[in-house]
T-cell receptor, first 113, second 113 residues
Framework: KNQVEQSPQSLIILEGKNCTLQCNYTVSPFSNLRWYKQDTGRGPVSLTI?????NTKSNGRYTATLDADTKQSSLHITASQLSDSASYIC????????????FGKGTLLTVNP | NAGVTQTPKFRILKIGQSMTLQCTQDMNHNYMYWYRQDPGMGLKLIYY???????DKGEVPNGYNVSRSTTEDFPLRLELAAPSQTSVYFC????????????FGPGTRLLVL
């Protein structure tokens, strides 16, 4: 069964600090890996999308890495801001024509002043 | 563009009642999805569609039905509502295959009592 596991489940950091979130997956065949940000009470918003051949991708202060051999990804947040407080979801897309996406449960990040 | 819109935002149903959750996208996307998100859990796929007239079951389709008569609209029908269907429902869309951005609606919060 395709699975996406994220760690830690939750994380509290001080404003201005950096943090790294982890994602392990067993989805096969692999098409791409996505990181989403979900603010409380809102729909997820896409941060990055990486295909098999991409090792890293940045979006402002967010940098995602992908190791397709070990089936691991990370999301690094630099110089955190209060507005970064949200759930961060790792999503892996299966290859093929039906284009299914498997969602992790998310890491709940709280940035305190 | 309005993106993905959902109505209603919130609804309370009695056990056994039926309702339709509306979803519309104005981006001419081919792929549309319905997910449910329970507290502390990842998004689970209910149904998806790869184009008008084509729908398929996701991970948790029981108790739901969908139709896709146009590219823009993808309504989700709940028949005989049960307390287990209390959740937040998100509609999403992607233009096509490949590493394209998935866009989410704001969600519909449903409470079945």
């Amino acid at each position: 069964k395709n699975q996406v596991e994220q760690s830690p489940q939750s994380l509290i950091i001080l404003e201005g600090k950096n943090c790294t979130l982890q994602c392990n997956y067993t989805v096969s065949p692999f098409s791409n890996l996505r990181w989403y940000k979900q603010d409380t009470g809102r729909g997820p918003v896409s941060l990055t999308i990486m295909t098999f051949s991409e090792n890293t991708k940045s979006n402002g202060r967010y940098t995602a890495t992908l190791d397709a051999d070990t089936k691991q990804s990370s999301l690094h947040i630099t110089a955190s801001q209060l507005s970064d407080s949200a759930s961060y979801i790792c999503v892996v897309s299966e290859g093929g024509s039906n284009y299914k996406l498997t969602f992790g449960k998310g890491t709940l990040l709280t940035v305190n002043p | 563009n309005a993106g993905v819109t959902q109505t209603p935002k919130f609804r309370i149903l009695k056990i056994g009642q039926s309702m339709t959750l509306q979803c519309t996208q104005d981006m001419n996307h081919n792929y549309m999805y319905w997910y449910r998100q329970d507290p502390g859990m990842g998004l689970k796929l209910i149904y998806y569609s790869v184009g008008a007239g084509i729908t398929d079951k996701g991970e948790v389709p029981n108790g739901y039905n969908v139709s896709r008569s146009t590219t823009e609209d993808f309504p989700l029908r709940l028949e005989l509502a049960a307390p287990s269907q209390t959740s937040v429902y998100f509609c999403a869309s992607i233009r096509g295959q490949g590493g394209e951005t998935q866009y989410f609606g704001p969600g519909t919060r449903l409470l079945v009592l």
